[in-house]
């Protein structure tokens, strides 16, 4: 698990807003930067995996207040990872932000039936992403509503 904000936890709100803890899942560099960068500027602390095989753990180290997963990824994908999490009796609670590039019919359906609240298609707009991360942390969206 990388810690990728330079800045130091300092406080737990930052102009009214709630600072929090967000693991980000990722498997391209790039992406990881901007949402880093992007979560960094609003105050945020953001850390990212690159293997989606060392997810989990590192969310049970962590106790995210978000996590932030991309989909298509190799070795474990977004959508059992989501699962996994739904599954883990310490993080079945967490919110959980999906991140995808191929916007297919059904995908949606997919990713909210495996237990993610949200989801942003790639390539992201910011104000988008930044509102729906506010938005999960605020508890503004739907409980999940598990597969059974
Ligand atoms: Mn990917």
Redesign the pocket.
Known sequence: MESCSARPRISHQLWGRELAKILIV???ALNIKLFCDLLAAHGHEPKAVTDSRNAIEAARELSPDLVIT?I??PHVSGLDLIRLIRADEKLAEVPIMAVT?YSAHGDEERIRSAGAQAYVSKPISVVKFAQTVDELLAGKHQPVTQES
């Open positions: 990722e498997d391209n991309d298509q990824l590039a």
